[in-house]
């Protein structure tokens, strides 16, 4: 039976919540946007703007904000784009309102601290009659609300849903490719954000290009070593989600895990960058329980390891850099 999307249920008004609200926005269709800060709700209802997260746009009139969450539980599709750490509340919120059979579209990119669980596991504990879908690839908020050319991952098991959603929402400056492996679309979106402070350390170092490229090159091998491990497919990793997104995130300053990583390399302090920008930065959350899942499998992933050791402050700057390139000269292809 076809589904007809018609209306759209956006959990989070961050930068890119409501960068996929205006996405989706168009005549004939409503955009519900759940806004955990009531002064973002109002603004972007009488203002039309989102003056905390995403200034300067103007936002479509479909989009209809709420600090109510039992809003969305109508919704013909849910994109779920709290950050990763708050992933589970908002889902669990929706519990008692969501029709069983919703597509939920997880957006955030990071693995739960708690659990160490992806997002697809949060939302089966969570939401068990929903479909699962993740939506990743190399796409920042402000290009997208901006309405400049995009491509993304869209994985659904359900493939011919996956299309029908994709028909849906797609325009022709947003395009999500279908794919079916949700583990390796989120895999990469999650792995990404911290070699990306990776990079951003190398060149705060002012360590060259050279090393820049060599870590996205070795950070893609790590990251497609623990895809693998945990049962995701190749092709994903060399798609949007995977390679797209790590070279995207780990060559500009307007990824906010790459400027993170570039003030770390010029000496400012972990807490003061933090405590000065109003953004979720994931890898931060990320590195630590990255390293954790990597090493209760026995995966080698030395660049995650060393920034989850600069972010944890066992170690600086400097002799992560030095434990990276101590590191015993090898084949290029070893696996493991
Ligand atoms: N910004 C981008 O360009 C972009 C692109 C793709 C994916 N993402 C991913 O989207 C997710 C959200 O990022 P963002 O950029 O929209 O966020 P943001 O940094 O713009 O805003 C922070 C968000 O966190 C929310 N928040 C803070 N505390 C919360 C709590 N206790 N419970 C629920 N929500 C809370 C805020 O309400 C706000 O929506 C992240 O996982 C990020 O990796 C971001
Ligand atoms: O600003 P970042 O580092 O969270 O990256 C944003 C997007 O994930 C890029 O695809």
């Known amino acids: 039976m076809t589904k007809h999307f018609k209306t759209f249920g956006v959990i989070g008004a961050g930068a890119w919540g409501t960068a996929i609200a205006q996405m989706l926005a168009r005549e004939g269709q409503t955009v519900h946007l759940w806004a955990l800060e009531p002064e973002v709700a109002d603004a972007i209802n009488t203002a039309r703007e989102n003056t905390l997260f995403l200034k300067g746009v103007p936002l479509k009139p479909e989009i209809r904000a709420t600090n109510r969450l039992e809003d969305l539980g109508t919704a013909d599709a849910i994109f779920a784009v709290a950050p990763a ?163 995207l995130t780990c060559s500009s300053e307007t990824s906010r895990n790459m400027s993170l990583g570039l003030a770390l390399g010029k000496g400012e302090a972990l807490g003061d960058i933090l405590a000065a920008r109003n953004a979720v930065t994931e890898g931060v959350a990320t590195a630590p329980v990255l390293r954790r899942l990597a090493r209760a499998r026995g995966i080698e992933m030395p660049i995650s390891e060393a920034v989850a050791a600069v972010i944890e402050g066992e170690i600086s700057v400097d002799e992560a850099i030095t434990a990276l390139l101590m590191r015993p000269v090898k084949a290029e292809a070893v696996k493991s």
Do not use: W
């Not at 796409?139 to 493939?159: K, Q």
């Open 85 to 247: 750490q708050h992933t589970r509340v908002t889902l669990r919120a929706l519990r008692a309102s969501l029709r069983p059979g919703t597509p939920v579209v997880l957006c955030s990119k990071g693995i739960e601290l708690a659990t160490g669980e992806f997002m697809t596991q949060v939302l089966k504990d969570e939401l068990p009659e929903a479909v699962p879908a993740v939506m990743s690839g190399p796409s920042f908020a402000i290009d997208v609300a901006r309405g400049l050319p995009t491509a993304v991952t869209l994985a659904m098991e359900d493939a011919a849903l996956g299309t029908e959603l994709i028909q849906a929402i797609s325009t022709p400056t947003f395009r999500p490719y279908l794919g079916t492996d949700l583990l390796g679309a989120e895999i990469g979106g999650a792995v990404k954000n911290v070699l990306a402070i990776a990079c951003g350390i190398a060149l705060g170092k002012g360590l060259g290009r050279s090393a820049h490229a060599a870590l996205i090159a070795r950070g893609y091998a790590e990251m497609t070593r623990l895809a693998l491990a945990l049962g995701a497919e190749a092709e994903t990793l060399t798609g949007l989600s995977g390679l797209g997104d790590l070279v």
